[in-house]
C-alpha cells in the first residue's frame, strides 16, 4: 500500500510488443502456465520471462479520476477492441485480429473495432494451472453439483474448448473514520410464574424470562482498508466472479504482455469510480461488524452511520481464469474456472423434481419434529416462554 499514491497513467498510443517471434522458426511462443517461461508449440523453444525490477504501485483514486476527465480531450487510445453482441463482454484483440468466439459465451463475433481511453493494467497474477487441470476442475465441480439433473453429467456438452482470459479488476486502499450513534443491548432475567400444560394438565411454574435493557451508544471506529477486489467484468454475474476468491494478491508481478501471450485479455466494463462504490459496499460490511464490536454488550442497533474515506489509492490488475459454456436441453451455461488455484463457478440447471422431493422431505422432518416436541409438553413450554421476551428500554 502507497499512502500517497501516484498519479495514474493513461493508456495511450500504446506500443508494447503483443507478437513473440520464435527465434529458431519463427512461429509464436507462448506462455506456459505455471512457469515463468514462453515456448513454442512447433519446435519446443523455450525463453524465460524475466520480471521487470520494479514495485507494485498502488495510484492516488481522485488524481486518476481527474486524469480520466481530463482524457475526454485527447486523441483515442490505440488499443482495439470487441464487444459480444450475446454476453456484452469486451476483450483486448490480438495483432490484426477483427473475429473470433466469445470467451464468455462462445458467440462467434465478427465486428468493427472500436477504441478507448482506459487505465493500463498495472500488476496480474499469471496462469498457474493448464487447460487440461481446468477441465479437470470443472469435470469435479459438475459432478458434485447439487439438486442438477441426473443426465446433466453425460448430457452436458462444451461447445467450445476452454479459453484463458486475464479478467479485469480494481483494487483498493483506504483510510476510514466511522462516526456512529446506536443503542446497546443488555440482557438480563425476570422471575415469573406460568401456567403451563404438561402431560395434559395445567402446572403452575416459576420460569426465568429474558429482557434486553437497551442503553445510548455513541462513538467512532477508524478502518484501513488494503487490497478490497472488485470485478471490472460486466460478462458474468457479479457473484460467480466473488465466489472464485481468495486471490493470492500477495504474489502479483508487474504487468508485462509476455504473459498474455496465448491468452485473451478482457477489457474493464466497470469503471474507476463505480468500483470503488462496490468496494464502498464490501467496506461497510466490516465498518458495521466494528460498530457492534465497539458498541458491546449482548445486542446492538445501529441508528446512524457516517464514514469518510481518505488516503483512497487503487491498482488495476489483471487475473487469469479458463472460460467456456456448455449446452444442456438447448439452453447454454457460462463457467469459469479460477487460473491459479481451480476453484470452479458458474451457470447450471436445476432439477425441479429433485428440489421438490427435498422440500417434502424437509417438511416432513419438520412434522415429525412438531408431534415429538407435542406430545412431550416441551412445545407448548417453548410457545409460552417464547412469548414471555420482552423488550425494554
Known amino acids: 500500500m502507497n499512502p500517497a499514491g501516484d498519479r495514474a497513467t493513461l493508456q495511450v498510443n500504446q506500443t508494447s510488443q503483443r507478437h513473440f517471434p520464435c527465434q529458431q522458426c519463427g512461429a509464436d511462443l507462448l506462455y506456459v502456465p505455471g512457469q515463468k517461461t514462453l515456448q513454442c508449440d512447433y519446435c519446443g523453444y523455450t525463453n524465460p520471462i524475466e520480471d521487470l525490477d520494479i514495485a507494485i504501485k498502488e495510484y492516488d483514486f481522485h488524481h486518476a479520476l481527474q486524469a480520466l476527465a481530463r482524457a475526454k480531450h485527447l486523441p483515442l487510445d490505440s488499443t482495439q477492441f470487441i464487444k459480444c453482441p450475446n454476453c456484452s463482454a469486451t476483450f483486448e484483440l490480438q495483432a490484426n485480429q477483427h473475429a473470433g468466439d466469445c470467451p ?12 478507448a481511453r482506459l487505465l493500463q493494467p498495472k500488476a496480474l497474477l499469471a496462469f498457474n494451472i493448464n487447460e487440461k ?3 479437470a476442475y470443472f469435470d469435479k465441480w459438475i459432478n458434485g453439483l447439487w439438486f442438477a439433473p441426473s443426465a446433466l453429467k453425460s448430457k452436458a456438452v462444451r461447445d467450445e474448448k476452454l479459453t484463458g482470459v486475464y479478467v479485469p479488476y480494481w483494487t483498493y486502499d483506504s483510510q476510514t473514520e466511522s462516526y456512529y450513534q446506536g443503542l446497546r443491548g443488555t440482557v438480563y432475567y425476570e422471575r415469573r410464574v406460568v401456567t403451563q400444560v404438561i402431560d395434559g394438565r395445567p402446572q403452575q411454574r416459576v420460569v426465568s424470562v429474558p429482557r434486553i435493557r437497551w442503553t445510548p451508544a455513541s462513538g467512532r471506529v477508524s478502518l484501513f482498508f488494503d487490497d478490497v477486489l472488485v470485478g471490472a467484468s460486466r460478462s458474468l454475474p457479479r457473484k460467480i466472479l466473488d465466489r472464485l476468491e481468495p486471490w493470492d494478491l500477495r504474489n502479483l508481478v508487474p504487468y508485462k504482455r509476455a504473459y498474455l501471450s496465448g491468452f485473451q485479455s478482457e477489457v474493464y466494463q466497470v469503471d474507476l ?7 464502498q459496499a464490501l467496506m461497510e ?7 457492534r464490536e465497539d458498541i458491546g454488550g449482548d445486542q446492538q442497533q445501529i441508528k446512524t452511520l457516517d464514514t469518510h474515506h481518505s488516503d483512497t489509492t487503487f491498482k488495476h490488475v489483471l487475473l ?3 472460460s467456456a459454456a456448455f449446452r444442456y436441453q438447448g439452453k447454454i451455461y457460462r463457467f469459469v474456472v479460477n487460473g491459479r488455484n481451480g476453484r470452479t463457478q458458474g451457470e447450471r440447471p436445476y432439477s425441479a423434481i429433485k428440489i421438490a422431493l427435498a422440500a417434502i422431505v424437509a417438511l416432513i ?8 416436541l407435542q406430545i412431550s409438553g416441551a412445545f407448548e413450554q417453548i410457545m409460552q416462554q417464547g412469548m414471555l421476551i420482552d423488550y425494554h428500554y
Open 104 to 115: 464468455f459465451c462462445g458467440t462467434p463475433v465478427v465486428s468493427d473495432t472500436e477504441q
Open 133 to 135: 487441470q481446468a477441465q
Open 273 to 279: 469510480d463505480e468500483g470503488f462504490q462496490h468496494a
Open 285 to 291: 460490511q466490516r465498518i458495521r461488524q466494528a460498530v
Open 320 to 322: 487469469p481464469v479458463w
Open 365 to 372: 422432518g419438520v412434522a415429525l419434529l412438531m408431534y415429538v
